[in-house]
């Protein structure tokens, strides 16, 4: 390139308008680039999996929470939301147990229930102490999965209330 032509080149970009606030500029991209992702998001197949956890942009309730959260808190939310936790329904199908069955049910009440999410969450009278103080520090919708996970101060209190069950820190030690 001759002296002239970078000349050029210098004047012309010179002379142009200035360009608005940088920061403003960057606002407004990442703006577009968030309503992008939401759409993209929506269209997902995935979309539909986690609705029934978090209505807002992907699990930002979640992302809220998750700062006052120990990691293998966090790790048991979304295990919990996505229907992956190691209670013994989705270990059995992944063929890590023997069966599907409530252990501590079994064992205290002599009864055979299937230790779904729901079970652990809502059902199983092993945890009925916790639950209640849980229930307690919730509300009337205690028991309404999509509410707990709406709200951040909700999602700490269910991480709260696993802790209290020590029921995860079985499978720690398998």
Known sequence: MSDLSILYVHTHFLCQPLSKNTSAMKQKFHECLKDRWKTRWKNSPHHDKFSHIDDQFPMSNFNKAKNNLTRKQASLIV??????????????????????????????????????????????????????????????????????????????????????????????NR
């Open 79 to 172: 295990q919990i939301g996505t229907g992956h936790a190691p209670v013994n329904k989705f270990l059995h199908r992944i063929k890590k147990q023997e069966n599907a069955k409530c252990d501590s049910c079994l064992e205290n009440l002599g009864i055979e229930v299937t230790e779904s999410i729901r079970h652990f969450l809502f059902e199983c009278k092993t945890y009925e102490r916790e639950r209640h103080t849980f229930a307690r520090s919730i509300g009337r919708r205690s028991k309404d999965f999509k509410f707990i996970m709406s709200k951040p101060k909700n999602i700490e209190k269910l991480a709260k209330f696993m802790v209290e069950t020590e029921r995860f820190e079985q499978d720690a």
